[in-house]
């Protein structure tokens, strides 16, 4: 069984801070695929990022860059100098890989305020 | 728009009734997913379905019931509805699950 667990429930920075949201997860298979979704205040579901288990190369996007470490079963998500639109409800998830049509397994999510 | 559209995108209804929640995957997508997202449990997988055959099923009460129709499209029906299950339910879609998942706006059933 996967799991995916985002110990940070809420945080609040002020604009234009450095913020990281942790992502732990755990899963039995070798290959696997992570997710990061954007929840705004509308409510919809936002894709952020895709990353298989075979490529833990760093990605940056924007203000936006994550850190992918097997050894440690994370995939941490940073937002440099954050800004309002920013304030959203922040979802990890997970897919088993070896089948084409696995199911997403989400964490908590964390609840980001940025204050202006 | 994100290409997944789910109707009605809000739901009052009483309880002890039945509702259906429509869903329209993306298209070029097989397979569709229902997600309930209820603030004490997040987002929870009820069921998946590939080209119209039900692949993986989830945390789905009896109560509940799916299916996806020849041209794709997918319902969700909610019957003998409880105050518990106010939530929003999504839908996604996907190709592949190695490329992602689609998801729609949402519809917010709201159970009084």
């Known amino acids: 069984a996967q799991k995916v667990t985002q110990a940070q429930t809420e945080i609040s920075v002020v604009e234009k801070e450095d913020v990281t949201l942790d992502c732990v997860y755990e899963t039995r298979d070798t290959t696997y695929y992570l997710f990061w979704y954007k929840q705004p205040p509308s409510g919809e579901l936002v894709f952020l990022i895709r990353?298989?288990?075979?490529?833990?190369q760093n990605e940056i996007s924007g203000r936006y860059s994550w850190n992918f470490q097997k050894s440690t079963s994370s995939f941490n998500f940073t937002i440099t100098a954050s800004q309002v639109v920013d304030s959203a409800v922040y979802f990890c998830a997970l897919v088993p890989g070896g089948t084409s049509y696995g199911k997403l397994t989400f964490g908590q999510g964390t609840i980001l305020t940025v204050h202006p | 728009d994100s290409g997944v559209t789910q109707t009605p995108k809000h739901l009052i209804t009483a309880t002890g009734q039945r509702v259906t929640l429509r869903c329209s995957p993306r298209?070029?997508?097989?397979?569709v997913y229902w997600y309930q997202q209820s603030l004490d449990q997040g987002l929870q997988f009820l069921i998946q379905y590939y080209n119209g055959e039900e692949r993986a099923k989830g945390n789905i009460l009896e109560r509940f019931s799916a299916q996806q129709f020849p041209d794709l499209h997918s319902e969700l029906n909610l019957s003998s509805l409880e105050l518990g299950d106010s939530a929003l339910y999504f839908c996604a879609s996907s190709v592949s699950g190695f490329y992602g998942y689609t998801f729609g706006s949402g519809t917010r059933l709201t159970v009084v």
């Open positions: 298209s070029g997508d097989l397979s």
């Open positions: 990353r298989n288990s075979f490529d833990e």
